[in-house]
């Protein structure tokens, strides 16, 4: 039987008196922001409507302070700690979910070979991306080891041969996509390289529904009212950003918060839906996870690429068929701001960028 593990994080709360606060209660507070009914949140959280009430008190007790509000025909809303803590624990989930993916990848790499016997393991060094993270839920008895890390990272693992895939990004606008193939290429040349296409993405801005700040595109970000909250420094997406501003004559240091770093788009949007920036940049997806608006300006090709010889590897057409398939392709099609770009498709840069260049 092919089985794979699924690594969460948790948080345990501990008062100098040996007092828990149980992790079942960010279920319960996400049901009750969602449903606004303690009764739908509590079997949201798989729990009795009696044991949620017994954690909104304990928690009221741990704390000091109300988790929740109640009034009459208004149903239950979260208190401003009750909001501070969910979002506080969807935001580590964020900022380390790649790490954790990549090491549920190791490990369960190495349960299969070791209850299965030593089967070849495709490794693809990936940005994180929503779809991307789609390719390990698919891959059925393919051995498949993701690696989040940044596109040098993953180029130059490509390059040492640590790895047998990489992805790389940039976008469908073919004087910006000059500008991002030039700064990676020392990281490209002298590789016999193959392209496989894999997705397009929209990258933008992200705000939220209820923001007094009104945004209209990058110039507005110069407000110093504006507090913007920045990809790492190393992400691909972050030179993708700094393309685009300096399109608009705008520099980083102009920005009220551009200094200020996460190192996922979730995390960026997870920390605007927290009220702690006004705006961030990052894929469509994300700021829909978070309930966010989204203001596009980029559109960009997301893809795999690897050395040619190994595309006659089986279990590289294993790969390539999973990428062509109507289920894969379907998931997809779900993923906002995401677009099937003639996955597992293979072609070269060159033809990648003349075919932009004519569309």
């Known amino acids: 039987m092919h089985k794979k593990l699924s690594i969460s994080p948790a948080w ?39 044991h949620s009430w017994n954690l909104i008190n304990r928690g009221a007790e741990f704390f000091g302070m109300p988790l929740v509000s109640m009034h009459k025909g208004q149903g239950t809303r979260l208190s401003p700690l009750g909001e501070k803590l969910l979002w506080s624990e969807q935001r580590v989930k964020a ?20 209850l299965a016997g030593a089967h070849p393991v495709l490794r693809l060094h990936a940005s994180h991306g929503y779809a991307v993270a789609l390719l390990p839920e698919f891959s059925g008895r393919l051995e498949l080891n993701l690696q989040y890390c940044s596109p040098d990272d993953a180029l130059s693992a490509l390059g040492r041969g ?5 992805s790389f990004h940039f976008p469908v606008l073919p004087h910006l996509a000059v500008k991002v193939m030039d700064h990676y290429q020392r990281l490209l040349q002298g590789l016999d390289l193959k392209v496989i296409r894999f997705v397009t993405r929209e990258q933008g801005l992200m705000v939220r529904h209820d923001s007094e700040t009104r945004l209209t595109g990058l110039k507005d970000l110069v407000d110093p009212d ?130 932009d260049r004519q569309g």
């Open 162 to 166: 640590d790895c047998d895939i990489a």
């Open 12 to 50: 345990v709360f501990r008062t100098e008196e040996g007092e828990l606060f149980e992790p079942v209660m960010f279920r319960l507070l996400k049901g009750i922001q969602d449903s606004g009914k303690l009764t739908v949140a509590a079997e949201a959280a798989g729990i009795s409507y009696r």
């Open 95 to 114: 900022r380390l979910g790649p790490q954790i993916d990549s090491m549920a990848s190791e490990l369960n790499i190495q349960l299969q070979q070791l």
């Open 226 to 355: 504006i507090r913007f909250i920045n990809r790492d420094r190393h992400a691909g997406t972050r030179f993708l950003f700094n393309l685009l501003l300096q399109e608009q004559g705008i520099f980083e240091q102009q920005i009220n918060g551009a200094d200020r770093e996460e190192f996922t788009h979730t995390a960026v949007a997870a920390y605007v839906a927290a009220g702690m920036a006004d705006t961030g940049f990052g894929v469509e997806a994300a700021a829909r996870q978070f309930n966010l608006d989204f203001i596009p300006l980029a559109t960009e090709h997301y893809l795999l690429i690897c050395r040619e010889d190994l595309l006659g590897q089986s279990n590289m057409h294993q790969l390539l068929e999973l990428m062509r398939s109507s289920d894969f392709i379907d998931e997809i099609n779900k993923l906002p701001g995401y677009a099937p770009d003639h996955c597992g498709d293979i072609c070269t840069f060159a033809e990648l960028l003349a075919g």
